[in-house]
């Protein structure tokens, strides 16, 4: 079975500029959360969705916002891309929000 | 609010030895524990889960132990390998977003 995927792999935008990422949970899984993970640090929590409702946010701006899809995929949305939004976002799924979770790939932004 | 320590924050050793990576949280109230493997620039590996009724978990050479009322989890790796060089992650869900929160890791370099 495949994992959780991410796309794009890498990208590069500029100050100021918006940012859509995309996650795919394994299958059967309806849990899926976003977490942001700077160098040389642990992943920070950002959003979960479980059945399409928003269940959890983390301490972050409301540049940031997301949202999961009937088929259980989810996007994170970041606007006026700030240089300290440059990171690895992490996506992660699980079958309910309490159970283990999976990770993917990874997205790496870079903000110039 | 919870807070996750990883100790220590580096450790070298020779191929084959046996030895243990430190966790700590204050608060009990967790859902469960995980153990994560991150190699660099990837996405996060799971490796253990240990859910809050749980003493310890094993897979291969991996045994994690948790101890809810004191706040630890240790993870043990036996004979160590250079293919076990990465930073190794502890999480705790604390299920009320069932978000996870991690630690910053401990990077592992087993020389061969």
């Known amino acids: 079975d495949a994992g959780v995927t991410q796309s794009p792999t890498h990208l590069i935008k500029t100050r100021g500029q918006q940012v859509t990422l995309r996650c795919s949970p394994i299958?059967?899984?309806?849990?899926v959360s976003w977490y942001q993970q700077v160098l040389g640090q642990g992943p920070q929590f950002i959003f979960q969705y479980y059945e399409k409702e928003e269940r959890g946010r983390g301490n972050f701006p409301d540049r940031f916002s997301a949202r999961q899809f009937p088929n259980y995929s989810s996007e994170l949305n970041v606007n006026a891309l700030l240089l300290g939004d440059s990171a690895l976002y992490l996506c992660?799924?699980?079958?309910?929000?309490?159970?283990?979770?999976?990770f993917g790939p990874g997205t790496r932004l870079t903000v110039t | 609010k919870q807070e996750v320590t990883q100790i220590p924050a580096a450790l070298s050793v020779p191929e084959g030895e046996n030895l243990v990576l430190n966790c700590s949280f204050t608060?009990?109230?967790?859902?469960?524990l995980q153990w994560f493997r991150q190699d660099p620039g990837k996405g996060l590996t799971s490796l253990l889960l240990?859910?809050?009724?749980?003493r310890e978990q094993t897979s291969g050479r991996l045994n994690a132990s948790l101890d809810k009322s004191s706040g630890r989890s240790t993870l043990y790796i036996a004979a160590s390998q250079p293919g076990d060089s990465a930073t190794y992650l502890c999480a705790v869900n604390g299920g009320s977003q069932g978000n996870l929160i991690f630690g910053k890791g401990t990077k592992l370099s087993v020389k061969p």
């Open positions: 608060d009990s109230a967790i859902y469960n």
């Open positions: 240990i859910q809050s009724s749980q």
């Open positions: 992660a799924s699980s079958l309910v929000d309490t159970y283990e979770q999976y």
């Open positions: 299958s059967g899984h309806k849990s």
